[in-house]
């Protein structure tokens, strides 16, 4: 115990600790709000904290992307909230600690699991059905007598003004950079609306949920080094779109150990905790994103506002061997392209290939290329386009995909695509799982690095530049050279399509996974490939979140791997005709997986600030 304590809070592990922990208890039996309250304290250290890894625990465990966030989340869960009361709170404090991507001007997706007592495993095929919600009502999907799944989308949404080509010329060409940064490129925000969506899942009241944030953001909290680059990095770019200095210019650069304190932002989230989501998407909040639209020539009106809803669609289920892997369906593109990639994967004998080995690198990028192929083809949002979705996934269509598989390397031909910006990827990804059996997996996003970069002026906020994901034109490639067509072409009020695929694995109905990452279009390959790590070559938990990854995305035709990726099978790929090429990190993957003992093994990504917490 005294181990596991040191190990997830070392700074906090002092005789003084010991003393405190021990009069805690004391108060504990006396008092149970109190022990509550000081639960949290003693959680929360935003001037001194270390970045845990891993967590080995056996009542629950939160992580994300900032150590901080996953500390509010574990202390949640401490004083008897649930995983979404943890997730919500993980969700909040990431708005404060990690601008670049956490956010309350950005959209996102979750999928969860709501344990029941008693369990059976959904049956194998279940996901052509539940890929196909096509309304806005409420489906999540039952995989036993009492458990369900669940799967929200607070995507942004494009404003009622948007037009099909607004980021054209009069020639017709994309204008440089227009759907990417500015007040043009934010689509209306969804993270609020789904916020107080998953509220619904949840047993503490929100005042107590959104308070570690307004703490965080109105005391402040020292930052690490890498925000610090991440900040320094966009200061050019921070005054060329905002209308009003944002408390992220700095005439110094911002080092490791500044204090970021955020007033503007503490106000906007005490109007949310007191108004709910009126106090965001209406009111003084509204006004000032308003105003920010008025001065930057952007296109969000308040009818945009306070139209914006969140809506909980039928989760994607199917069987992946003896697992239910559920993810998110459209505008996800996650559901169909995971499941079209598993299941070519699922009769193939990767075990045997071994790890990074060519023979499966080989087929797992060829499974990626057809399956991003039809993304580009046929997917967009449901409510606005037809998406042959039961054809995509359906079986006899795996099977004619798998059998284009060539020997060598494959072919992706014709349109000419973009090159991926790494340097600018920001999205977030965090999983919860609680005592009870619950788990939360979230991805969220700006989109970019600090979203349009734009702040709104007085509410202290980042917009998300959540257009560009949308094709402004067939086969114009996205900032992560993605192309499209007519299924993801703009229109008022529809989401564009995404990556992001926030994943729950179940074993006979019980959460074995809670997987996800940021990453762009390289989520859904990040995703597939540490599935496959674990159930297919046996890998640790760890190495699967941390060992090499690769990606393919049909356009650009080219393998991407990480520096560590090994260079043997980079040289017998090459030979076997394949363009391969070396790109920065891949991802932020965090995983939670169930020990057959019931102890919960929680690992956050090495490649960057994100921790694991857990009691
Ligand atoms: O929804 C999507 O697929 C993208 N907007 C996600 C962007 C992203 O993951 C950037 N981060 N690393």
Known sequence: MRQTL?????????????????????????????????????????????????????????????????????????????????????????????????????????????????????????????????????????????????????????????????????????????????????????????LFAELKYAKLPFAKLIQPAIDLAENGF???????????????????YNTVQPVFVKAVDWKKGD???????????????????????????ARLILEEMHRGKGIITAADLQGYKAIERTPSIFSYKNYSIVTMPLPSSGGVVLQQML????????????FESVKAVHFMTEVERLAYADRAQYLGDRDF??????????????????????????????????????????TTHLDVIDAKGNAVSITTTLNGGFGNKVVVGGAGFFLNNEMDDFSIKPGVPNMYGAVGTEANAIAPGKRMLSSMSPTIVLDKGKVYLVVGTPGGTTITTSVFQ?????????????????????????LPDEIFVEPAFSTTTRDSLKVMGYTVAQRGSIGRTEVIKVLPDQRIEAVADSRGDDAAVGY
Request: net charge positive.
């Open 6 to 194: 040191s190990r997830l809070f070392p700074r906090l592990f002092s005789r003084f600790f010991l003393y405190a922990a021990v009069a805690g208890l004391f108060l504990c039996a006396a008092n149970l709000f109190l022990c509550s309250s000081l639960t949290a304290q003693q959680a929360l250290t935003p001037y001194s904290y270390s970045i845990p890894k891993k967590a080995l625990v056996s009542h629950g465990a939160v992580v994300s992307a900032h150590p901080l966030a996953s500390q509010v989340g574990v202390s949640i869960l401490q004083q008897g909230g649930n995983a979404f009361d943890a997730a919500i709170a993980t969700q909040l404090a990431l708005a404060v600690v990690y601008p670049a991507a956490g956010n309350i001007g950005g959209g996102g997706f979750m999928v969860a699991h709501l344990a029941g007592p008693t369990h059976s495993p959904v049956k194998s095929g279940a996901g052509t059905k539940g890929a196909t919600a096509k309304t806005a009502s409420a489906k999540s999907a039952t995989t036993g007598p009492n458990s369900r799944e669940i799967a929200l989308d607070f995507r942004e949404r494009a404003p009622a003004a948007a037009t099909r080509d607004m980021y054209l010329d009069a020639a017709g060409n994309p204008v440089q950079g227009l759907s990417e940064s500015g007040h043009l490129a934010s689509g209306v925000p969804g993270t609020i609306a789904g």
């Open 222 to 240: 020292v930052i690490t080094a890498g925000e610090a680059r991440n900040l320094n990095s966009a200061q050019g770019a921070f005054k060329n």
């Open 259 to 285: 204090t970021l304190v955020q007033k503007d932002l503490a106000k906007t989230l005490r109007l949310i905790r007191d108004k709910g989501a009126k106090g965001f998407y209406e009111g003084e909040t």
């Open 343 to 354: 299941k070519m994967a699922e009769d193939q004998p990767l075990a045997s290939y071994g």
């Open 385 to 426: 386009y037809s998406v042959p979705v039961d054809t995509l996934v359906s079986p006899a269509y795996i099977r004619s995909r798998l059998a284009l598989i060539p020997a060598r390397a494959g072919n992706s031909r014709d349109i000419k695509a973009g090159v991926l910006s790494p340097a600018s990827e920001e």
């Open 530 to 554: 540490t599935l496959v790590d674990i159930l297919d070559f046996g890998l640790s938990t760890e190495d699967a979140v941390n060992l090499p990854k690769f990606h393919h995305q049909w």
